[in-house]
């Protein structure tokens, strides 16, 4: 995902997450519905409410293949505008154990009680 002019641009394999409710009439989508940007939007897409074919993590009525097979399984691509998709960005895959000795230095560095 980028920003070019204020608008976000989303790429293949963006993950994204849905802000509204039954985009183009299909019931089974919903706003926080999640999914995979499977094409690329080019820079010929300049209208801000262009088209973005997403992946969605379940089958869905209606749902396609998005144009690319080897993207997204058949039933779960459905493609909705710019505008109702948010960026999710990816998790840091770092190890993340928790670590309550490092808490607690980090607490009294910063001048709060435990």
Known sequence: ???KDGVTWFEIGDRVELLVDHPDGNDDLVRGSMGCVTEDQGDDMESPDAWISVCWDKEISGGHD??????????????????????IPAFDDR??????????????MLGVST
Request: with cysteine; hydrophobic share 30%.
């Open 95 to 108: 190890d993340t154990e928790y670590d309550l000795e490092s808490e607690q230095e980090l607490m009294s």
């Open 66 to 87: 998005t144009g690319h097979p080897d993207r997204c399984p058949s039933g779960h691509g459905w493609n909705v505008e710019r505008t109702a998709l948010a960026f």
């Open 1 to 3: 995902m980028y920003i």
